[in-house]
T-cell receptor
Framework: GEDVEQSLFLSVREGDSSVINCTYT??????LYWYKQEPGAGLQLLTYIFSNMDMKQDQRLTVLLNKKDKHLSLRIADTQTGDSAIYFC??????????????FGTGTQLKVEL | DVKVTQSSRYLVKRTGEKVFLECVQD?????MFWYRQDPGLGLRLIYF???????EKGDIPEGYSVSREKKERFSLILESASTNQTSMYLCASSSYGPLGSYEQYFGPGTRLTVT
C-alpha cells in the first residue's frame, strides 16, 4: 500500500535554509506535491513537481526529486518566521471514476527561531 | 478564488450523538474529499466522491458515512459519535490545474471533540 514518510519536526534559525524531506512509495505517481498548513487553517498548495523532472524552482522554494530513491525534498531559502507551519508532501494516484486521490505524509512541523 | 467552506470551526458532541459535518465548494469541482487529521498521523482519507450521489471509501471509513446530493455539497456523518473520533476534519475539492497537475483546495477544518 501507499506510505509517505516525513520527519515530524524541523527547527531552523531565521535567514537559514530549511530542507524538508519526504519518501514515497508509488513509482507511478505523475505529480508530487507540497502543501503548507498554517496554525488553525486548512492546507494550501505550495508547489508541485512533475515526475519526469528532477528539480523545480519557484522563488524561495526549490523542489528536488530523486525518482530512483523515491525521495522528494523542499528547500526554503532565507527562511522567515512566516514560514513556520506544517508542511505535507503528497503523491497522487488516479481514481476509477476520474480525478486523482492524494496520499499525504505525516507532515513536518517547521519552527523558525529568531 | 476557489472557496471551500465548512459549517463549523469547532464542535463539541456527546458520545452516541449523530453528527453532521457540512462542506460546500463554489468552483463546480467534480471531486470532493473528507479527511481527518491527527498529530503524527498526517491526513487520512475517510471518504471521497467523484460525482453527485457517487461515493467511495477511503482508508478509514469505519464509523462514518457521507452524502452528496448536490455537486457543491459533501456531508460527513458520524452515525454514533465516539471519543476516538475526536479530531480535526478537513474537506477538500479538486480540479486539474495547468499542465495536468492536480490541485486540491481545502476548507479551514472543523475541530470536533466528542466527550
Amino acid at each position: 500500500g501507499e506510505d509517505v514518510e516525513q520527519s515530524l519536526f524541523l527547527s531552523v534559525r531565521e535567514g537559514d535554509s530549511s530542507v524538508i524531506n519526504c519518501t514515497y512509495t508509488d513509482s507511478s505517481s505523475t505529480y508530487l506535491y507540497w502543501y503548507k498548513q498554517e496554525p488553525g487553517a486548512g492546507l494550501q498548495l505550495l508547489t508541485y513537481i512533475f515526475s519526469n523532472m528532477d528539480m523545480k524552482q519557484d522563488q524561495r522554494l526549490t523542489v528536488l526529486l530523486n525518482k530512483k530513491d523515491k525521495h522528494l525534498s523542499l528547500r526554503i531559502a532565507d527562511t522567515q518566521t512566516g514560514d513556520s507551519a506544517i508542511y505535507f508532501c503528497a503523491e497522487s494516484m488516479g481514481l476509477t471514476g476520474g480525478g486523482n486521490k492524494l496520499t499525504f505524509g505525516t507532515g513536518t512541523q517547521l519552527k523558525v527561531e529568531l | 478564488d476557489v472557496k471551500v467552506t465548512q459549517s463549523s470551526r469547532y464542535l463539541v458532541k456527546r458520545t452516541g450523538e449523530k453528527v453532521f459535518l457540512e462542506c460546500v465548494q463554489d468552483m463546480d469541482h467534480e471531486n470532493m474529499f473528507w479527511y481527518r487529521q491527527d498529530p503524527g498521523l498526517g491526513l487520512r482519507l475517510i471518504y471521497f466522491s467523484y460525482d453527485v450521489k457517487m461515493k467511495e471509501k477511503g482508508d478509514i471509513p469505519e464509523g462514518y458515512s457521507v452524502s452528496r446530493e448536490k455537486k457543491e455539497r459533501f456531508s460527513l456523518i458520524l452515525e454514533s459519535a465516539s471519543t476516538n473520533q475526536t479530531s480535526m476534519y478537513l474537506c477538500a475539492s479538486s480540479s486539474y490545474g495547468p499542465l495536468g497537475s492536480y490541485e486540491q483546495y481545502f476548507g479551514p477544518g472543523t475541530r470536533l471533540t466528542v466527550t
